[in-house]
């Protein structure tokens, strides 16, 4: 490369000129066009709320951007995020998309969909708040069981589209030929929704959620069957309306103002148990801020009774609605939250449960556990939509499957299972797949164990006149 040098004097200013003359390697030359490393989403959104669009590129730069709704330009929207004013229901349906530009060319992204499912008031609060519930109606003629979904958001915010993933969740319980309605309630602070002037504290949100399960029992779609499904703060409102079953003046609710079962995803559901976890500040912040109460591990003997008035396991008992529970093991909310319910669940029941807990490995929390593998290929999901048929049916469900067994050889093994459903339930014990005569009781005691049952898997039938379900196996080991 060479430079040339000019100096140019006038007055006392003075300009130096250079010109450089050089050939540039094709290595200089190169340059990549834009490629999209990360897509647009599809989005549902409540009416009146806003969608948020986003797409990652990578490629020389700069990179220009320009978002597309229903193929037309977008003023104004090139960034690499887009937000769209707020929704109506005529942009049901609308489709987004951006075009990623550089020097060396440009491309267009996948198109991303807007849903803003049919928007409906359930009721109206005491302080005026209208309650809203967004509606996902399945295909065919109706009425149809319903099911109820609670946002969490720990009792101060969030919405019934604020997770997508209880979007999903809706969709498949439509899927599966269930009327989905995905409620909004009041928030306690520093939360509010629209038309809001009460704070929101306890019991102001379970009031809310009763009215939605009273105005779904009434709904003219519903069948008569109802269930919820609640994750994080909505597990705690689920839990809620499985046990709560005490009648009262104002407002005016009833024990059948409740669901026929509920699905709890990492629910709070004692309020006062401080033991060390790793996220005890955060639980404790929430549950505080909705009985607003001080924010601490060491209430005031009329706090402490607050909180405990309010938490789901001190109204359990014999009349308590089947309940599935489903936590992970480094959840957001303390484990301990959902061993203290299935305590006191099991004090109620004893050996006669109508309940079933499930902790999964992994730190998933609320709607982040609908997909999640329970054993082989089985998900939440699959196990949620068999209780819905359960408990809607009669058929029977297993509340507690067979455990593997460990015995020395020459020892015997026995197997338990625990089921509900409609009376009377019959047993069939299997023994890698075949009937084992005679074993038709709900557990079963092998003979004097060889080393040739290593390895054997057990299970058991339950059935009843309505339908039947098979437990998972349980592997006997012999030693």
Not at 119 to 138: F, K, Q
Not at 150 to 156: D, E, L, Q, R
Not at 281 to 298: A, R
């Amino acid at each position: 490369m060479k430079i040339y040098l000019k100096k140019f004097v006038s007055g006392q200013v003075t300009l130096i000129s250079a010109l450089a003359c050089f050939a540039l390697s094709p290595a200089a030359q190169a340059v990549d066009p834009p490629v999209i490393t990360v897509q647009p989403i599809d989005k549902t959104e409540t009416e009146g709320e806003t969608a948020n669009y986003m797409v990652t590129a990578s490629g020389t730069e700069p990179l220009s951007y320009q978002w597309r709704k229903n193929g037309l330009d977008i003023v104004g929207a090139i960034s690499s995020s887009y937000t769209t004013r707020k929704v109506t229901l005529a942009d049901d349906g609308s489709v987004f998309s951006v075009v990623v530009s550089n020097i060396a060319g440009s491309v267009t992204s996948v198109d991303a969909t807007l849903t803003v499912p049919p928007n409906e008031i359930y009721g109206y609060a005491p302080d005026g708040t209208p309650l809203h519930w967004d509606v996902y109606t399945p295909s065919g003629a109706g009425p149809w069981p319903v099911v109820l979904l609670i946002h969490g958001g720990g009792f101060t915010g969030g919405s019934s589209t604020s997770n997508q993933q209880s979007v999903a969740c809706a969709r498949d319980m439509t899927a599966a030929g269930y009327l989905a309605l995905s409620i909004a309630y009041r928030l306690a602070p520093p939360g509010r929704i629209d038309g809001q002037t009460s704070t929101g504290c306890a019991p102001q949100q379970y009031d809310d959620i009763k009215m939605a399960a009273r105005a779904a029992r009434a709904d003219p779609r519903c069948n008569g069957k109802l269930g919820v499904i609640g994750g994080s703060s909505g597990g705690t409102h689920a839990a809620w309306l499985a046990v709560d079953h005490l009648a009262t003046e104002t407002p005016p609710w009833s024990g059948e103002d409740r669901p026929d079962g509920a699905v709890c995803l990492s629910g709070p559901y004692n309020f006062t148990d401080y033991r060390p976890n790793h996220n005890l500040d955060g639980f404790v912040s929430n549950v505080t801020s909705y009985c607003c109460v001080p924010d601490t591990t060491d209430p005031t003997e009329e706090d402490r009774a607050i909180l405990d008035a309010n938490s789901p396991v001190s109204r359990v008992d014999v009349m308590a609605r089947p309940m599935l529970l489903v936590n992970s093991q480094h959840d957001f909310t303390p484990i301990e939250q959902q061993e203290d319910m299935l305590a006191a669940l099991d004090a109620a029941f004893g050996n006669q449960p109508n309940y079933e807990g499930i902790t999964l490995s992994g730190n998933d929390h609320a709607w982040a556990l609908w997909p999640v593998v329970i054993s082989g290929t089985e998900t939440v999901k699959d196990r949620s939509l068999a209780f819905f048929v359960a408990i809607f049916s009669g058929s029977p469900w297993i509340t507690t499957q067979p455990a593997d067994t460990t015995v020395a050889v020459g020892r015997t093994a026995k197997f338990r299972v625990a089921a509900t459903g409609s009376a009377p339930l019959s047993y069939q014990w299997r023994k890698n797949g075949l009937n084992i005569t005679g074993a038709t009781r709900r557990s079963y005691t092998t003979p004097p164990t060889t080393a040739a049952d290593n390895g054997s898997l057990f299970s058991v039938v339950v059935s009843n006149g309505i339908g039947s379900v098979t437990s998972n196996n349980a592997t006997l080991t012999v030693h």
